[in-house]
């Protein structure tokens, strides 16, 4: 697959995850372009799981583009914090929705089907809580985003892989950014 088609895309991607951290409704759109480049790419690659994911992120990006562009007055455009039944829930989810996949694929053994599945799944759940502006969000990319840099970088897809280490602090600065809306909204309230 071509370096510059990878280039491009995580281009895109980068412009994704800076005008969401900033919360422009325009992230979607580089991020549902950038999902379609990555889907060829990942699939080229051998990463199934990491291909199928893109085309979630794009049905993300036109559900993300519809739920930010709701008026300013609905609090689903507002940034908000998640208990820990949520957190159960996600995390249940996630170690059901792999376990379920890895038989399927049978490779409950194989160390990349395990990071492509887990860090595949977690990313639909945690792109599910951005495009519902849920703080902890952030806190979940950290950790997907270290994850998918190290496979990808056991793909040989360099620029992707350290593409995930600049989303890793990326996210933590979206935690920040979104923890300071979220007390700007308390105050403002």
């Known amino acids: 697959m071509s370096t510059a088609l990878e280039g491009i895309a995580v281009v895109l991607g980068l412009a994704y995850l800076i005008l969401a ?3 422009k409704r325009s992230c979607w759109i580089a991020g549902g372009l950038a999902s379609a480049i990555f889907m060829v790419i990942f699939w080229d690659a051998g990463l199934p799981m990491q291909g199928l994911l893109q085309v979630f992120y794009l049905f993300m990006a036109a559900l993300g583009w519809w ?4 008026d300013s007055s609905d609090t689903a455009r507002t940034v908000s914090r998640v ?3 949520y957190h159960a829930t996600i995390v ?4 059901l929705l792999s376990g379920i996949t890895l038989l399927a694929r049978n490779t409950l053994t194989d160390l990349q089907a395990i990071v492509d599945t887990g860090s595949s799944w977690a990313g639909v759940l945690a792109t599910w809580m951005v495009a519902q502006k849920k703080l902890e969000s952030w806190i979940y990319w950290v950790v997907i985003d270290l994850l998918t840099a190290g496979l990808y970088l056991n793909a040989g897809l360099l620029a992707s892989s350290g593409l995930y280490l600049v989303y890793t602090v990326l996210a933590v600065i979206g935690w920040k ?3 300071q809306s979220l007390r ?6």
């Open 67 to 70: 739920r930010w562009g709701k």
């Open 83 to 85: 208990g820990w039944r």
């Open 92 to 95: 249940a989810s996630l170690v």
């Open 21 to 23: 951290i900033w919360e």
């Open 177 to 179: 950014q979104w923890r």
């Open 184 to 189: 700007l909204q308390a105050t403002s309230s």
